[in-house]
T-cell receptor, first 115, second 112 residues
Framework: DADVTQTPRNRITKTGKRIMLECSQT?????MYWYRQDPGLGLRLIYY???????NKGEISDGYSVSRQAQAKFSLSLESAIPNQTALYFC??????????????FGPGTRLLVL | QQQVKQSPQSLIVQKGGISIINCAYE??????FPWYQQFPGKGPALLIA?????SEKKEGRFTISFNKSAKQFSLHIMDSQPGDSATYFC???????????FGTGTKLQVIP
């Protein structure tokens, strides 16, 4: 987990507020991801980025935006938070492809509560 | 659309017993099947993974069994220990982690 850090770890906000979740990594990976985890639903992909100039929508991107400030930094923004965005958010990194040499590493998560 | 179905949702096993978690998938294009272990307050961490060209992979007490024709795979934890108590996610991927689909998770509790 220390290779992928997320701030803040916990956040309470009100409906309509704009908030930003930040992710930094020291793995040297080009690929970064944002997921949300909801009880009974597993992890779902919000956005992913293959490099600084590449941003792609995932399965559930509506209501979210991202910024890849540098190879090591990938931020997730909720432009106008709503209660159903209450969830646990994870950042992850990986190299290209899949397999034992390209494991996906997750951060410790940010627990977000939207009132 | 749930492309990876995981069961059971929760599991209680006696220390020393065998924990078995099952997953089924629909998309035959999946070519990588990882299992993740998640402790409370932590992110998921890769536990073990398999590709469809083998039917079984074992790492220590953890074994993945894979049945390509049935489109099913399972995680077996032998000699389960209280320290194995965690949530386990199966997943399936095709062509990279941007196409990973996760199961819904199984909360395992190993009691002394």
């Amino acid at each position: 987990d220390a290779d992928v850090t997320q701030t803040p770890r916990n956040r309470i906000t009100k409906t309509g507020k704009r908030i930003m979740l930040e992710c930094s990594q020291t793995k040297g990976h080009d690929r970064m991801y944002w997921y949300r985890q909801d009880p009974g639903l597993g992890l779902r992909l919000i956005y992913y980025s293959f490099d600084v100039k590449d941003i792609n929508k995932g399965e559930i991107s509506d209501g979210y935006s991202v910024s890849r400030q540098a190879q090591a930094k990938f931020s997730l923004s909720l432009e106008s938070a709503i209660p159903n965005q209450t969830a646990l958010y994870f950042c992850a990194t990986s190299g290209a492809g899949t397999g034992s040499r390209e494991t996906q590493y997750f951060g410790p998560g940010t627990r977000l509560l939207v009132l | 659309q749930q492309q990876v179905k995981q069961s059971p949702q929760s599991l209680i096993v006696q220390k020393g017993g065998i924990s078995i978690i099952n997953c089924a998938y629909e998309n035959t294009a999946f070519d990588y099947f990882p299992w993740y272990q998640q402790f409370p307050g932590k992110g998921p961490a890769l536990l073990i993974a398999i590709r469809p060209d083998v039917s079984e992979k074992k790492e220590g007490r953890f074994t993945i069994s894979f049945n390509k024709s049935a489109k099913q795979f399972s995680l077996h934890i032998m000699d389960s220990q209280p320290g194995d108590s965690a949530t386990y996610f199966c997943a399936a991927a095709s062509g990279g982690y941007q196409k990973v689909t996760f199961g819904t998770g199984t909360k395992l509790q190993v009691i002394p």
